[in-house]
């Protein structure tokens, strides 16, 4: 059985990735709406081709797994980054690969533990684990959208062989 350590998350880290969403990570902060409010700006740049899409919110509701968790599949966006906000505030993991010969690096594969508090956009053609709560947890997800297209455009999937398994344990 081969584990999967999990690091805590950092922006340097995680920025070949892609990009943590904190306030402390805004470029700039700017006074609006009559000095009532401050925007942390551009935290986050996403990349949302929209040629034949579109940019769109949606919400995922993602369910937690038992321990140890078993990594078999990872999945990438060709088109599109991707950014996860969770609405409550419960931590949550994300594994990510660099890519080799346009499959996921196994040998590379990373876990990170994210605060309650802090988003993450992965950044266009980044191999990453579809989503992994320890509770029940809504997230706002921002992405492109496109229901006319095959699925296939802006989503590849790679499905690990038997001896390819890796496990993350508390």
């Known amino acids: 059985m081969s584990n999967i350590s999990i690091e ?3 922006t340097k880290t995680f920025s070949r990735f892609g990009s943590v969403i904190q306030k402390r990570n805004a470029l700039e902060l700017r006074s609006i709406n009559q000095g009532t409010t401050t925007r942390y700006h551009n935290i986050s740049e996403l990349s949302l ?3 034949n899409g579109n940019s769109g919110i949606s919400i995922f509701s993602g369910a937690p797994r038992s321990f140890p968790i078993e990594i078999k599949i990872m ?4 088109v599109a980054s991707q950014s996860f906000l969770p609405i409550q505030d419960y931590d949550w993991l994300i594994v990510v690969s660099e890519e080799k010969n346009e499959l996921p690096d196994l040998d590379t594969l990373r876990c990170f533990h994210v605060n309650g508090d802090t988003g993450i956009t992965y950044n266009q053609n980044v191999w990453h684990h579809p989503l992994l709560v320890k509770k029940k947890q809504d997230f706002w997800v921002i992405d492109r959208i496109n229901d006319q297209e095959d699925s296939s455009i802006n989503l590849k999937e ?3 062989k038997n001896n390819e398994t890796r496990f993350i344990n508390l």
């Open 75 to 78: 999945e990438k966006h060709p």
């Open 49 to 51: 081709e929209s040629k």
């Open 8 to 10: 805590k998350l950092d």
């Open 158 to 160: 790679y499905h690990f």
